[in-house]
């Protein structure tokens, strides 16, 4: 019988890491209800293409700014109350949104807010709960959590994308109006943050830094360790960037516009694709206990995106879906993977620090992005973003093995031998 030796990391979770998994799946499933009719909502209320796109900029502009700051205090101030500010941002964002049509408003709703225009991690979560959860289990199962967190954060998006599609078109069938039915995704969006919210609540202290080495800081949280998450974060750009043409809300967005794909067969293609990329993240772990980290996120990463760049040339439909999922279903080996090996390389009390400077890196070389995919298909380049987003990832991937081939985390390095006595 077929059993899959992950699961004892599952087992070892504390009741601390069972809450900050809990909290993901809110979160991501939040982030899931919302992408796949974020950008037809606000193409309802009257906002043209490009300033759809320099809305999402703005939302990750500001993601990144209001991220850094929090991160980077997390482990002096508190890693609880840090992320209940967030639960707070997200809150904000879903009631800015849900309220106003104004594109001035909503900017800076994006800015202040927390929203995902890819159904992805946004805002400080990511990088504090990353921070904390090696506190949970063993560090021999680290990988492993790492996986089990993805996996179940693909999941909840996936379901988060079908109850989103799948709550529009039901609401359509009974009658209401399309814009109505896109807002009750939005509010529903502001109260999964309140959800949110109550389970950081929950949080014990073991989650906060045991000791900080205040000495040594520097204004960023980090100190023998700068250079390489310094390194490593303008790597991540690369690949954020490239991830920024092809956000979730954009290629639902594309598959609506290039195939006239509605919004229930909508959620239904994203819930699939992220179960896969779910699915994937588990693999990760076994993957990188053969073959390393580093290999695991380089050699799994390229063949997914030379399946992007083909989604476009597909001839019909049916192709492009089956190339889409294919792709998902090994895209996110490289996720947990990133986030243990950022995790080994540096001290513990650099950890929030190290997460927060590398997400956040990420998702300000991704802000850039969105605004040029809104550009390319108002002038009808419906394939460019595509191209552009699989190539760069290759140059990325690369450019990582290149760098960080030869630098192992603890568990991969060699034991010294035995000295003679």
């Known amino acids: 019988m077929f059993t899959l030796p992950e699961t004892q990391a599952l087992r070892a979770l504390t009741r601390d890491g069972r809450l900050l998994f809990s909290t993901r799946i809110v979160r991501l499933f939040a982030y899931g209800f919302l992408s796949v009719v974020l950008a037809l909502y606000l193409d309802e209320i009257g906002l043209d293409e490009q300033q759809i796109g320099l809305l999402f900029t703005a939302t990750l502009v500001g993601d990144a700014v209001i991220s850094l700051g929090i991160a980077s205090i997390a482990d002096r101030v508190g890693r609880r109350k840090m992320l209940f500010v967030g639960a707070g941002l997200m809150i904000f964002a879903g009631l800015m949104f849900a309220l106003t049509r104004n594109w001035?408003?909503?900017?800076?709703?994006?800015?202040?807010?927390?929203?995902?225009?890819?159904?992805?991690?946004?805002?400080?979560?990511?990088?504090?709960?990353?921070?904390?959860?090696?506190?949970?289990?063993?560090?021999?199962?680290?990988?492993?959590?790492?996986?089990?967190?993805?996996?179940?954060?693909?999941?909840?998006?996936?379901?988060?994308?079908?109850?989103?599609?799948?709550?529009?078109?039901?609401?359509?069938?009974?009658?209401?109006?399309?814009?109505?039915?896109?807002?009750?995704?939005?509010?529903?969006?502001?109260?999964?943050?309140?959800?949110?919210?109550?389970?950081?609540?929950?949080?014990?202290?073991?989650?906060?830094?045991?000791?900080?080495?205040?000495?040594?800081?520097?204004?960023?949280?980090?100190?023998?360790?700068?250079?390489?998450?310094?390194?490593?974060?303008?790597?991540?750009?690369i690949d954020a960037f490239a991830g920024g043409f092809v956000v979730q809300s954009w290629v639902a967005y594309w598959f609506h516009q290039h195939y006239g794909v509605q919004e229930g067969v909508l959620g239904g293609i994203f819930f699939g694709a992220n179960i896969l990329a779910g699915l994937s993240a588990l693999a990760a772990a076994r993957i990188a206990a053969r073959i390393g980290l580093i290999n695991t996120m380089v050699w799994t990463h390229i063949p997914s995106n030379i399946l992007l760049i083909l989604v476009p040339l597909m001839p019909n439909l049916p192709l492009a879906i089956a190339v889409l999922l294919a792709r998902f279903s090994i895209s996110q080996m490289d996720v947990p993977t990133r986030q243990s090996y950022i995790m080994a390389v540096v001290d513990p009390d650099e950890r929030s620090a190290a997460a927060g400077a590398t997400t956040i890196v990420r998702t300000a070389a991704s802000a850039l992005s969105p605004t040029l995919t809104g550009a390319l298909l108002a002038a009808s380049f419906f394939s460019a973003p595509f191209f552009l987003a699989g190539g760069l990832k290759i140059i990325y991937d690369l450019s990582l093995y290149r760098s960080f081939r030869t630098m192992k985390p603890p568990e991969e390095q060699s034991p010294p031998p035995d000295t003679p006595e």
Not at 157 to 180: I, N, P, Q, S
Not at 182 to 210: D, H, N, P, T
Not at 225 to 234: D, F, G, P
Request: with cysteine; glycine share 10%; charged share 15%.
């Open 104 to 237: 001035l408003l909503l900017t800076l709703a994006a800015i202040i807010g927390t929203i995902s225009p890819s159904g992805n991690e946004v805002g400080p979560f990511l990088s504090i709960e990353q921070a904390a959860l090696p506190q949970t289990a063993p560090d021999r199962l680290r990988t492993q959590v790492f996986a089990w967190y993805n996996l179940a954060g693909s999941f909840s998006t996936a379901l988060g994308a079908l109850c989103g599609g799948g709550l529009v078109a039901l609401l359509k069938e009974v009658g209401v109006a399309h814009l109505d039915s896109y807002r009750a995704v939005v509010i529903g969006y502001a109260l999964l943050g309140i959800g949110l919210a109550l389970l950081f609540s929950r949080l014990s202290v073991a989650v906060e830094v045991a000791e900080i080495k205040s000495a040594v800081k520097s204004r960023f949280g980090l100190h023998r360790s700068r250079r390489v998450v310094a390194k490593l974060a303008m790597l991540f750009a």
